[in-house]
């Protein structure tokens, strides 16, 4: 049995784009997912060849449907379910910005719970000045 369409949380679960189905579930209905620069609800149900918006931390995550797995896939076998479409910079400012936050002096030891709460405001704030559509 081939399936065409499948509900939007339950395919971003089986292709490991979240951790659990809840974790999807809550992210669609924080209007974390858009297809087609849409909200969605988690129910929505998706199609080969849409492309998928998915917002995770200060990440903005495009991808595109090739197919639909029958359950949870290992890792290894995501590439064949979808095309990652995001884009070198959006992974490239990610990974500047975690430098940038994150910094430690060599021999400061661990953040205290008080650096920690900062960071995360830091981290927080930073994130939500950029606006996406």
């Known amino acids: 049995m081939i399936m065409e369409k499948t509900r939007i949380d339950k395919w971003l679960w089986m292709v490991r784009i979240f ?9 669609c209905n924080a ?16 199609k080969t060849n849409e ?3 998915v917002r995770i931390g200060q990440l903005l995550k495009t991808v595109k449907v090739l197919d ?17 479409l995001t884009p070198q910079e959006e992974y490239e400012r ?3 910005l ?3 936050v994150e910094y430690r002096e060599h021999g ?3 953040p ?13 704030f930073l994130s939500d000045t950029e606006d996406w559509e």
């Open 94 to 96: 990610i990974k500047m």
């Open 112 to 124: 205290t719970k008080r650096d920690r709460r900062q960071l995360d405001y830091l981290k927080d």
């Open 31 to 46: 209007g974390k997912v858009k297809i087609g620069g849409v909200n969605c609800k988690p129910s929505r149900e998706v």
């Open 51 to 53: 492309e998928i918006q």
């Open 108 to 110: 400061l030891g661990r």
């Open 19 to 27: 951790k659990t189905r809840s974790m999807a579930s809550d992210s």
């Open 98 to 100: 975690h430098e940038h």
């Open 68 to 84: 639909f797995p029958k359950n949870r896939l290992p890792a290894k076998l995501t590439p064949e379910y979808y095309e990652d």
